[in-house]
């Protein structure tokens, strides 16, 4: 599965930006596609995940209630729509992938758990 992660720039505090995942290679088929973002000197976070197959949605508490994350099967895309977007939330976004292995387990929020890494996309967040 190769990703190609896109849609990052420069927002307003307070405004939407739409991130996108596109997945080449194979369709997501039986995969957790899960958005990731690094903020310089701070660790790879989690942000959201969707488990494919089901539909099933996560999200880390920072951005609960703000950001959806969303699949579209035709596309093969999994798109991160963010809102009421703070300046905390400025950082370089990860779209990445990882085989489902055991269905009873929620996605992974551990970012060197999954297998497949899209190259980031910039978000800027203007106060």
């Known amino acids: 599965v190769q990703l190609q992660a896109s849609g990052g720039g420069l927002v307003q505090a307070g405004g939407s930006l739409r991130l996108s995942c596109a997945a080449s290679?194979?369709?997501?088929?039986?995969?957790?596609v899960a958005w990731f973002r690094q903020a310089p000197g701070k660790e790879r976070e989690f942000v959201a995940a969707?488990?494919?197959?089901?539909?099933?949605?996560y999200y880390a508490d920072s951005v609960k209630g703000r950001f959806t994350i969303s699949g579209d099967n035709a596309k093969i895309t999994v798109d991160l729509q963010m809102n009421s977007v703070k300046p905390e939330d400025a950082a370089v976004y990860y779209c990445?992938?990882?085989?489902?292995?055991?269905?009873?387990?929620?996605?992974?929020?551990?970012?060197?758990?999954?297998?497949?890494w899209g190259r980031g996309t910039q978000v800027t967040v203007s106060s």
């Open positions: 290679g194979r369709p997501f088929g039986n995969y957790d």
């Open positions: 969707i488990r494919w197959r089901g539909g099933s949605t």
């Open positions: 990445a992938a990882r085989y489902l292995v055991v269905s009873y387990i929620s996605p992974s929020h551990v970012p060197s758990e999954y297998d497949y």
